[in-house]
């Protein structure tokens, strides 16, 4: 048993730790896709925005997904 938790523990130890998506740089892009770049960049700075917000308000792994969208959506109608 001991054997089972020392090569679990060895193992998470050289797991990856998770990574969030890069900001996409809308300068680092050809020019025919700058447009679709930028759009796409201020929909990750919505989608941080909204999770920040939840973050500070501690909302459970359980409704985060409701909250971000409900979040999301009432920052398209504010639009």
């Known amino acids: 048993m ?3 938790i020392i ?3 060895i193992a998470l130890s050289f797991a990856a730790p998770a990574r ?3 900001l996409v740089d809308p300068n680092k892009v050809a020019p025919e896709y700058r447009e679709a770049a930028e759009k796409r960049r201020a929909e990750q700075l919505r ?3 909204c999770a920040i917000k939840a973050d500070l ?3 459970l792994p359980r409704d985060r997904t409701a909250y971000l969208n409900h979040c999301l959506d009432m920052m398209a109608a504010k639009q």
Do not use: L
């Open 47 to 49: 989608q941080r925005e």
């Open 7 to 9: 090569i679990a523990a």
């Open 2 to 4: 001991k054997q089972i």
């Open 57 to 59: 308000e501690k909302v």
């Open 20 to 22: 969030t998506q890069p």
